[in-house]
């Protein structure tokens, strides 16, 4: 008398219902996500410049490409405008998370960043008093980042660098290398962090490039060994034109199996003015 008595199996138009519901919700979740990926590519593609500064002598260009695995996308960016003074300004970086709030986030250092750079013609004050802007706003994210002042006249190169990977060069002459600047925490850390300047000279005509780690490295793939490959690449085509450069360094991205979203910034360099 007191057993219970087996729960009544589900009849087929029950089964129906709920698998049409489940569907009908994985659905939605899906066109939401999808629409987050739409935003957040928009959002990437409209904060990024329309076109890069140049001069006589001085090429550039700028790629970029985004990982499209779930919301892999909106943390990379690049900037470059020309300052007050005359000198051109080059920005590269990497916003952390990759989905609208990470676009959103870059927008916020790009404008930042041009603001202060306006004001200031010392990239490390440049860099540290935008550090400190994003550390007020308490957004809780952080982002690396790479910022070059450079005279188009004398070729002075003034560089600062917060957390972000190295930069890469090749003259016409076979020198190359990785730049091995000390930098500073990456931005909106912590606040009054330092950032030292680089100072170097492009004499020789050549090729000065910044990445993100997209480029250079992957899940197997070290990052030294992506600078080494890129290295090598830019060394190879250094008589290439900007765009040119610009493509092949972005493909080097395909050898790390990278999940990450992926950019390129090239400075192409002819002699300096005056100079044989």
Do not use: K
């Amino acid at each position: 008398m007191n057993r219970r008595r087996p729960p009544r199996s589900a009849s087929a138009e029950e089964l129906l219902t709920t698998l049409q519901q489940l569907t009908s919700r994985a659905r939605r979740e899906v066109e939401l996500h999808q629409a987050r990926v739409e935003l957040a590519e928009v959002l990437q593609r409209e904060m990024l410049p329309a076109a890069l500064p140049a001069r006589p002598g001085l090429q550039t260009a700028a790629r970029y490409t985004p990982a499209r695995s779930g919301l892999d996308i909106g943390g990379d960016w690049y900037d470059g405008f020309v300052l007050p003074d005359g000198a051109l300004a080059f920005a590269i970086g990497d916003v952390q998370g990759h989905d609208v709030e990470a676009a959103a986030f870059m927008g916020q250092v790009r404008i930042a960043m041009r603001a202060i750079a306006a004001t200031s013609a010392d990239p490390g004050e440049v860099v540290g008093r935008t550090n400190d802007l994003l550390v007020s706003v308490g957004s809780g994210l952080f982002a690396t980042c790479t910022f070059v002042r450079l005279d188009p006249d004398s070729r002075e190169l003034h560089s600062a660098r917060a957390g972000h990977v190295a930069a890469v060069w090749a003259t016409a002459d076979g020198r190359s290398g990785v730049t091995g600047d000390e930098g500073g925490l990456p931005l909106g850390i912590q606040a009054g962090e330092h950032y030292p300047v680089t100072r170097r000279r492009l004499t020789a005509p050549g090729a000065f490039v910044l990445v993100t780690d997209g480029v250079v490295e992957g899940p197997s793939f070290p990052i030294d060994q992506g600078l080494d490959a890129v290295t090598r690449l830019v060394l190879e085509r250094v008589g290439a034109d900007a765009d040119e450069l610009a493509d092949v360094v972005l493909r080097a991205a395909e050898q790390t199996g990278h999940q990450d979203d992926a950019a390129v910034l090239v400075v192409r360099h002819g002699a300096v003015p005056g100079r044989e």
